[in-house]
């Protein structure tokens, strides 16, 4: 089983697209958010960032399943993480340290920050698959 699929199961979102897609738009309950902070080393306020989300919000969240919206952020944060372990070869240290840097081909943004939008989250994607390429200069 590849990385993606394993992390994804860990942190209970499907992974079967269209699955994914039904949960996505029902919205992911907030076992997916503690998940994540238990499988990952990624920090709370981090998560709360890059869902770009206020503390009252999630505090809703914990008796309400997250909206359609912040699920698929929520999505997109596990996504890109795992696309970033994958190039840095499984170690996960290593990419959340790579996550948290100010990345020059990111105009030095760092991309954790980026993820709150599906714009910049194509733009860490991008940056990643020039790097896995070697098109970065």
């Keep these: 089983m590849r990385n993606d ?46 869902l770009a989300i206020s503390p009252s919000a999630l505090q809703q969240a914990e008796n309400r399943n997250f909206t359609q919206c912040e699920s698929d952020k929520l999505y997109r944060i596990v996504n890109i993480l795992t696309i970033v372990i994958d190039y840095f070869n499984g170690d996960q240290k290593d990419a959340l340290r790579w996550l948290r840097s100010n990345v020059k081909g990111l105009a030095y943004k760092r991309p954790i920050d980026l993820v709150s939008s599906s714009v910049g989250t194509q733009m860490v994607k991008d940056l990643i698959g020039k790097l896995e390429h070697g098109t970065f200069v």
Aim: aromatic share 4%.
């Design 5 to 50: 699929r394993i992390l994804m199961e860990k942190v209970g979102i499907p992974t079967d697209e269209l699955s994914l897609h039904e949960a996505i738009g029902k919205g992911l309950p907030y076992s997916v958010f503690s998940n994540i902070l238990s499988e990952t080393d990624i920090q709370q306020n981090e998560l709360i960032d890059s």
